[in-house]
């Protein structure tokens, strides 16, 4: 009894892994079933997905497919990553208005070279077999590819989306684009895939893989669906023919900028099925930003993350560095006006009723900043009820950490804000290679009357609005 509750527990805890981010499931009590017999048998599960070379680089939309293919990897499963140079010279129809050319076998191999090397930034390879599906499907006699076409009717054809919109609009379809599902499901027969992995764009060619199966007799596989990746302009899918796309290979400081140019709900989505936070980090980092956390850092932590991925955690730095000198600061920091204030000129009844002198007498180590007060004290608002309505209206924010210069911070100065409260960050000084602590900034919206800082901050920046910046220096 209670190795078959561990039984269930593993399944589950894989099945919650591998659903993360996707769409369909088809069937997930097929998939449970096949999860066990993996389990008490100690097979692992073939997992497909096929990869038209339409292209010489893999972008940052086939990482999608990529990442969740690793998760499978990381509970044993075996990938079958299926390079389509045969289908390629007939060209997928999905998402098509019209007939496309097929491409040259010329083009396709020379768009498959750099494949290897790509998806081995993701993939693990002892877990990982690379096939041309060439290797079987150029070699299919006629009279074998009309069996294989008879379990397929045209009606059947027909209910794919692209193709009956093409029908109603009296457009033309070619035959050859009838073959291209077929040939893939085919791909699946010859594999015995357990479960193929695809883009939501691609559900229509994945069933037909599972009644192929059916046809020869095998057990169908499970299917699994992934959403679209948009590219840069926030619209259409992340394509290398609509110039929207960010390549894994891309020069480490172009990758930076493209990230950093997505929207902010956008980012969301990339940190879903690009990200590897996990799902209880992702949360709270939705909600945190909910609560104000700037959304400029989160993207830059996203960035980074994705560049160290492919280019390692140098280059990623380096990129980090470079986006802020070229892109951040515009405002210079030696134009930004510095203005020093008495902390007692700000001192705030807080809300136990303690007050500020109180609250340093009982080393509480917390500094209690009256905003209101703040804003008056050095002429950025005129009234009191002005304070107040910026405050609302979530046009005030507070930056602290390493400084507007770019220097490397100073211990005794810096630190990480959090929504929730002040924390140090540490991190190891990989350029030095010590582990000195060091902090990063980071920038909130105050939507409070109080600002609470640690003890040891002796200075911060304030910003009112989108033209007004101000150096505040505490005199304590």
């Known amino acids: 009894m209670n190795k078959s509750k561990n039984i269930d527990l593993l399944i589950n805890e894989q099945i919650e892994a591998i659903k993360r981010g996707s769409i369909d499931l088809i069937k997930e009590d097929e998939l449970y079933e096949k999860l066990k017999f993996s389990i008490l048998n100690s097979i692992p599960l073939k997992i497909k997905a096929g990869f038209d070379p339409t292209s010489p680089d ?4 086939h990482t999608v497919l990529l990442n969740k293919l690793r998760v499978f ?4 499963h075996e990938v079958f990553f299926i390079i389509g140079d045969f289908t390629a010279m007939i060209g997928d129809p999905t998402g098509k208005s019209e007939t496309r050319k097929p491409l040259s076998k010329e083009t396709v191999l020379e768009n498959s070279k750099t494949y290897k090397e790509q998806a081995f930034k993701i993939l693990k390879k002892d877990k990982t077999k690379i096939l041309f599906n060439s290797w079987w499907l150029s070699n299919i006699r006629l ?6 076409s008879s379990n397929y009717t045209v009606a059947r054809m027909l209910e794919k989306d692209d193709f009956e919109k093409r029908f109603a609009a009296n457009r033309p379809i070619a035959v050859h684009e009838f073959i291209y599902p077929l040939l893939q499901g085919y791909d699946s027969v010859f594999i015995k895939a357990d479960l193929e992995l695809g883009g939501n764009d691609q559900k229509f060619n994945l069933v ?5 199966m059916k046809s020869f007799k095998l057990s169908p596989q499970t299917i699994m669906t992934m959403p679209l990746l948009e590219g840069l302009d926030g619209i259409n899918k992340m ?6 796309t960010i390549g894994i290979f891309d020069n480490p400081n172009d990758m930076f900028g493209k990230i950093m140019s997505i929207s902010d709900e956008m980012m969301l989505k990339y940190y879903e099925l690009l990200s590897s936070i996990t799902i209880n980090d992702f949360n709270k980092l939705k909600e945190n930003i909910r609560e104000g956390l700037n959304p400029l850092i989160a993207k830059k932590q996203l960035a980074e993350e994705i560049i160290e991925r492919f280019h390692g955690t140098e280059s990623a730095h380096k990129a980090l560095i470079y986006f802020e000198e070229a892109h951040q600061k ?3 920091p030696e134009d930004i006006e510095t203005i020093s204030i008495d902390i007692k000129e700000c001192i705030i009844k807080t809300n136990d009723n303690v007050n500020f002198e109180e609250k340093i007498l009982t080393n509480d180590n917390n500094l209690y900043i009256n905003i209101i007060s703040l804003l008056n004290n050095i002429n950025a608002v005129s009234s009191n009820s002005d304070a107040k309505r910026l405050i609302k209206q979530g046009a005030v924010r507070v930056r602290v950490g390493s400084r507007l210069d770019g220097e490397i911070p100073d211990i005794k100065k810096d630190a990480i804000l959090n929504v929730e409260n002040f924390k140090k960050l540490e991190i190891n000084n990989e350029k030095n290679n010590s582990k000195e602590k060091l902090f990063e900034e980071i920038e909130i919206k105050i939507n409070s009357d109080v600002l609470q800082l640690p003890d040891f901050i002796d200075e911060f920046v304030i910003k009112i609005g989108k033209k007004k910046i101000y150096k505040i220096k505490i005199n304590c």
């Open 58 to 61: 893999i972008h940052l939309g």
């Open 208 to 212: 037909v893989g599972r009644e192929l």
């Open 239 to 244: 394509s290398k023919s609509l110039g929207n």
């Open 143 to 148: 009279d074998e590819f009309i069996k294989i």
């Open 73 to 76: 990897q990381e509970y044993g």
């Open 330 to 332: 515009r405002i210079n």
